[in-house]
């Protein structure tokens, strides 16, 4: 058996137990859900997670990428928090669930991390 005091302040999660988790704001607002999340497999890093916003069981539904580092993730609650306001993340870039953007774009996905106030990681 592994000793886990080797990380003591940090959590590992299958990716399966993220994937639905609510995101809300500091407010305890609803922003979305967690619909999947973005793996660079050359860098072994999850470069952000795909958030769903709107929409009714799947129609008007946009998604919206958010830097991993943007969100907190709070255990005892099992929900993402963004720390953003429901207008501001309308205003990002969003896109239909049946049309995704270039993943491998880094203008794409510089902007993205810009727009959350974050470096890309890949810097």
Do not use: C
């Not at 137990?17 to 890093?45: F, M, Q, T, Y």
């Not at 999850?46 to 907190?72: C, Q, W, Y």
């Not at 099992?78 to 049946?98: G, M, S």
């Not at 995704?100 to 203008?107: A, K, M, Q, T, V």
């Amino acid at each position: 058996m592994s000793d886990t005091r080797v990380f003591p302040r940090m959590a590992l999660h299958r990716a399966t137990r993220l994937v639905g988790a609510p995101v809300e704001n500091l407010r305890g607002e609803s922003l979305g859900k967690i619909e999947d999340l973005i793996i660079d497999p050359g860098d072994g890093r999850v470069a952000a997670a795909i958030v769903s916003m709107g929409g009714f069981l799947g129609i008007g539904e946009k998604l919206t990428a958010i830097p991993m580092p943007a969100l907190s993730y709070e255990e005892s609650m099992a929900r993402f928090v963004l720390d953003i306001d429901r207008e501001t993340l309308r205003r990002a870039p969003a896109f239909d669930p049946q049309d995704w953007p270039e993943l491998l774009d880094r203008i794409w996905a510089a902007d993205v991390h810009t727009i959350f106030g974050y470096p890309p990681y890949w810097h």
